[in-house]
């Protein structure tokens, strides 16, 4: 007997143990990702046909104490490679792990391969060449610290390649990990199972492939260990025989029957092509359909539902992951009783979406994913009407007021002509975000969490205002949008999401502006100044207007289209001054009359030439940035901008002056000495979305005394 090791992934060495001990292997040993064990020559061909657990057999003809590149290589060189394969198979070899002087894998591989290569050279044989991608024989080597493990693979191309999937859905699942989490579902041959998000049908075939009692390598054409020299080709050719009619016989045998919904026909007909080619077909049923509305199957009566559903790397990326694990969880309590569920996925807080309490749960990796699989058993109480009701209210507070926002504001917005409106502000402390509309589109942006508030509590208010919005608003999942807003700390006022362009066109009293809901924190549109939008257009008639701070220059497409004469457009920013011209050229205000400025504002004003009749200027609060030479604050520094925009207005000239900085108090005294007066007008710059927060922005009309 020799001496072997089974690799697998973390977490899953005792199902490995188990299954080799059904297998006929006496006392396997569970070491770090793998299995010890001794077995003849029929066991081994036999675990390697018919584990569905392990990703490759190892046969040990070494482990040692490795402290550096010598032990090493002398460690190889004691091995009789002879023995073993012939100098016409072209070899390579694997190098897992690293150690204080072995610091390179490759470095590493490159030592045994020169005490492999020198076995057959100093006894006068040829010399077996290296194939990287045609090899037939592969030394795998560990290293963990100062022990090491030198042996050879008996497999090849990983066990997870079972020989049916050429292609996969979008997140596939290894095989082997599958097997896994069908096992430890709870679901058994016999039992029928569903997949209400099958992708390529992985977690299916590999039930039905347990079910019909068919090797998981049966359909492989290729093993190591046929280019080995003690390769036995009658002996395999019997196990492998066997194995090919045991699988024939359990398809036609099995009473389990297996369902695959998915909502994407591209990704259905790939996994019909691969239960076809696992020979499994005629025990799977796959429907194009949606999870979320799933209802039980004929005859379904005490199955498995089995499923490992998409799931983001951070909550958030995807809100619409949060309405899909709400319904799901929900159509299992109304539509599955007394069947089990098991779900896996990366996200603890998406499977509590599913508002359900686990009997047992497994961690387990996909990847480089620390991931659940969580089994639940579903009650066969019939749900009444209340129940229903009860167990999809979200949030009842937060609903029931972002309903009466809804109605109220959504009312004012038809009658206003407005595409984008805000329909809740933090209105209740606990639930502690913005939530705007821009058409059919549904924005939510959530404030940081104060420190007093546990982190996995602000995840689980998020979860529930994203579920709830959705509910109340009726939008979309997919266009629903979520955001984070924090603090600035440092160099802009705004911040890139991402590089990708997702723009979309709102109307605002008239006029049409673009915005996107995704690339950056902000839109492109401020919605609490709307107000002072309009007013600038009924104000700018004939006048020479100019913008200072214009970020994507909506107040300016407003002036030119209320009859300005004249636009000067100012911005740091070039993608944001490109934004402008955009915006402008949508509302077909084009020409040499309307000029875009890339400066820094406060640079260009020290010295700014020309005369305007009405300006605009919003600035930020505090900033620091790179390319600006100086900080700036508002309210330090309100009254030496004041100063220089003097110098520009016209004697009838008016400053529209706005800031969003709270308890702002204008230096009417500074003001007096430069020559000009202010009016607060900031109760008539307030929309209706915006009423209940008075301190938003602040707005003045400046003119000379």
Not at 609 to 623: A, E, M, R, V, W
Not at 684 to 699: E, G, M, V, Y
């Amino acid at each position: 007997m020799n001496q072997y090791l089974a690799v697998t992934s973390n977490g899953l060495e005792n199902l490995l143990a188990q299954e080799l001990e059904e297998l006929g292997i006496s006392e396997p040993k569970p070491v770090q990702a793998g299995v010890k064990f001794k077995a003849t020559q029929e066991q081994i061909y036999r675990v390697c046909l018919w584990s569905r657990f392990a990703s490759r057999f190892v046969q040990i003809l070494s482990e040692f104490t490795c402290q550096d590149d010598m032990d090493l290589y002398l460690a190889a060189s004691a091995i009789n490679w002879v023995n073993h394969f012939h100098s016409s198979r072209r070899f390579v070899v694997d190098f897992n792990g690293t150690n204080r002087e072995i610091r390179n894998s490759q470095y590493g591989a490159m030592k045994v391969k020169d005490a492999v290569v020198d076995c057959f050279t100093k006894k006068d044989l040829p010399r077996p060449s290296i194939s990287k991608d045609l090899a037939e024989v592969r030394v795998h080597v560990r290293l963990h610290r100062d022990k090491a493990l030198i042996g050879l693979d008996l497999v090849g191309s990983g066990l997870h390649q079972r020989g049916y999937r050429t292609e996969a859905g979008r997140a596939p699942l290894r095989e082997t990990l599958a097997a896994a989490i069908i096992s430890r579902s709870g679901w058994k041959p016999g039992d029928n199972l569903l997949d209400p998000m099958c992708g390529s049908g992985t977690l299916l075939i590999e039930a039905a492939m347990k079910a019909a009692n068919m090797a998981p390598g049966v359909n492989r054409s290729k093993w190591a260990f046929e280019f080995l020299e003690d390769f036995d080709a009658e002996l395999w050719a019997t196990i492998k025989s066997e194995a090919k009619v045991q699988s024939r016989r359990g398809v036609k045998n099995t009473d389990s029957r297996f369902f695959g919904v998915d909502n994407d026909p591209r990704v259905i007909k790939t996994a019909k092509d691969n239960a076809r080619r696992a020979g499994v077909e005629d025990l799977i049923t796959f429907e194009l359909g949606d999870a979320s509305q799933i209802s039980k199957p004929e005859g379904f009566e005490n199955g498995v539902i089995v499923c490992n559903p998409p799931y983001g790397e951070r909550l958030g990326t995807e809100p619409g992951l949060i309405a899909l694990y709400t319904e799901f969880g929900h159509r299992l309590k109304t539509q599955f009783g007394g069947c089990s569920a098991s779900i896996f996925s990366s996200s603890d807080d998406l499977l509590a979406c599913l508002r359900m309490r686990a009997d047992k749960q497994f961690k387990l990796n996909n990847g480089a994913l620390q991931c659940h699989q969580k089994n639940y058993s579903i009650s066969d109480r019939v749900m009444t009407k209340g129940d229903e009701q009860k167990s999809v209210q979200v949030a009842p507070d937060f609903s029931n007021r972002l309903k009466k926002n809804l109605t109220k504001i959504g009312k004012w917005a038809r009658k206003e002509k407005l595409d984008c409106y805000r329909i809740y502000d933090a209105d209740l402390p606990e639930y502690n975000v913005a939530i705007d509309i821009y058409k059919d589109s549904v924005v939510i942006q959530e404030y940081a969490a104060p420190k007093s508030i546990p982190e996995e509590t602000a995840k689980r208010r998020l979860t529930d205002i994203i579920r709830a919005t959705i509910q109340v608003t009726g939008i979309d999942t997919n266009n629903t949008v979520l955001k984070v807003r924090q603090k600035q700390k440092g160099t802009s006022q705004y911040n890139k999401l991402a590089n990708k362009s997702s723009k979309m066109t709102v109307s605002e009293y008239g006029v049409e502006l673009i915005v996107n809901l995704h690339d950056y924190l902000d839109t492109g549109l401020f919605l609490d100044h709307k107000l002072t939008r309009k007013m600038l257009g009924q104000m700018a008639q004939g006048k020479d207007f100019l913008n200072l701070f214009a970020y994507t220059g909506t107040a300016t497409v407003h002036a030119a289209c209320g009859g300005a004469r004249t636009t000067t457009t100012v911005d740091m920013s070039n993608t944001y001054l490109d934004w402008a011209k955009e915006n402008m050229t949508l509302n077909g205000q084009v020409g040499r009359q309307h000029q875009f400025v890339q400066a820094d504002c406060l640079q260009w004003l020290e010295n700014a030439k020309g005369s305007y009749d009405l300006i605009f200027i919003d600035p930020p609060t505090f900033s620091n940035s790179k390319r600006m030479e100086q900080t700036f604050d508002i309210q330090r520094d309100h009254a030496s901008l004041m100063d220089h925009l003097k110098r520009l207005l016209t004697e009838n000239g008016t400053i529209v002056f706005s800031n969003n900085k709270r308890n702002f108090k204008m230096d009417f005294e500074a003001l007096e000495q430069i020559g000009l007066t202010a009016e607060n007008i900031s109760h008539k710059t307030l929309p209706l979305d915006f009423a209940r927060n008075k301190q938003i922005h602040n707005c003045w009309l400046v003119k000379h005394k």
